[in-house]
Every structure is written in C-alpha cells, then in structure tokens.
C-alpha cells in the first residue's frame, strides 16, 4: 500500500511517501515561509522523486489538526483536492497523537503540546511503550491551562513532552514537575510526516471520501470569537 502524508497544522510543514512499511520520501521546512507557498512544491517533489502521479497513491492522509487554524485548513483542503483528483479514500489524523506516535517506543507517558496560545496549550497524553503500534490515548484531547494539564498527569513514571508548545511552556514544565519531565530531542520534537504515514497505515480501515474529511477545531477560532462576542454586545443592546 503507498500512502502519501501532508502536515501543515504548525510551524513545522512537511510531506512523506511510505509504501508497504517502509517510509521512501520525506520532507520537512521550518523556514518561516508559509505553508501555501512550500507545500505542494515539497508535494510535487516527493511524487516526482518517486516517480509516480497522485492516482498512484492509494491512501492520502492530513494532520487535521489541532493546530494552526490557517495552516489546519490548508494541509486538510489540499489533500481533499488530490485525493479526489486522484479518486482515492484520505484519512484525517490528529496531530496530537501523530506526535506520540513519533516518539513510539518510549517506556514512560507521552506527553504532547502544542501552543495554543491565549495562555493554553493543545494537550493530550499517551501510552506509546509498544514500538510501532497506535499509541493507547490515556487523555483526551482538550485546550487548557497548562497548569491544568499538568496536573492531571500520572503520579509516577518519566513524562516526555514534545510538540510546538516546548519553546514557549517547557521552563514552566520543567520547574513544576522536576526531573520528571524530558523534553524530546529536536528530530522528535515536531509533528514528522513519515510518523503520519506509518498511523495512516494502521489506520487505513477508517479512511473516508475526500467529502468526509474534516479538520480537528478543540476551539472556535479568533475570527469566529470575535462574531459570537460582537452577537453578544448586540443582545445586550450594545453594552
């Protein structure tokens, strides 16, 4: 089975072929460019470097979020776009557990963030001790304090964390939770789109029609905020 992988979802872009487990492409820009002006050229590199077309992949798949509302909307758009050029099913993965599932193998809690700023991070926590499955969810996902989520971690055991939200929020990890808390080196620290690909794989009996595929919002986004506050000034008469 070839599948082809796209993440957008944060400041980390990238795609990755595999095919029958084994990973043959991937590409990965952090260069402050946006997304829609790298990704279908590192899209276009990939196929072309395995000399296939899109009606040659059998299986496409996007980080539909949490994350960048822009750059969710992007991956997610772009892959309902090849998938049904190439009239093939796609697969939305939640970036949360595709960066457990990169750091498959570790004995310890998984523990992803990603900055959701506002003070919050996008945050879930995972079982991923067994090399090579789907990492076993122990929270789910939410968009909170982190603080909050701290405090609902396992009382025991080394916690790894990893994920965008490590700039911003790991000083704080580190003071509260000691030597407990390991931040994941760099190569495993960002969403890769060839974890994306080997989850797609196990996941491939939940793939749907392109029109099936949605990005994954743990919040309404600024834009949509602002419409509800500006309905609710106008219900209290302007107040």
Known sequence: MRIFAMDTSGPVAGVALYEDG????????SHGLTHSQTIMPMADDALSAAGIRPGDVDLFAAVAGPGSFTGVRIGVCTVKALAHAAQKPCLGLDALEVLAMGASGFPGTVCPILDARRGQVYCAAFDASQMGKRPVRLLP????????????LPGEGQLLFL?????????????????????????????RPGAACVLAGLLKDEAVNYLELQPIYLRASQAERERLAKEERERNGGN
């Open 22 to 29: 084994v990973l043959t492409h991937e590409i990965v820009a």
């Open 163 to 191: 994920g965008d939200g490590l700039k911003a929020h790991m000083p704080a990890v580190e003071r509260i939770l000691g030597r407990r808390a390991l931040r994941a080196p760099a190569h495993m620290a960002c969403i």
């Open 141 to 152: 996902d939410r968009a909170v304090a982190l603080e909050e989520f701290l405090e609902t």
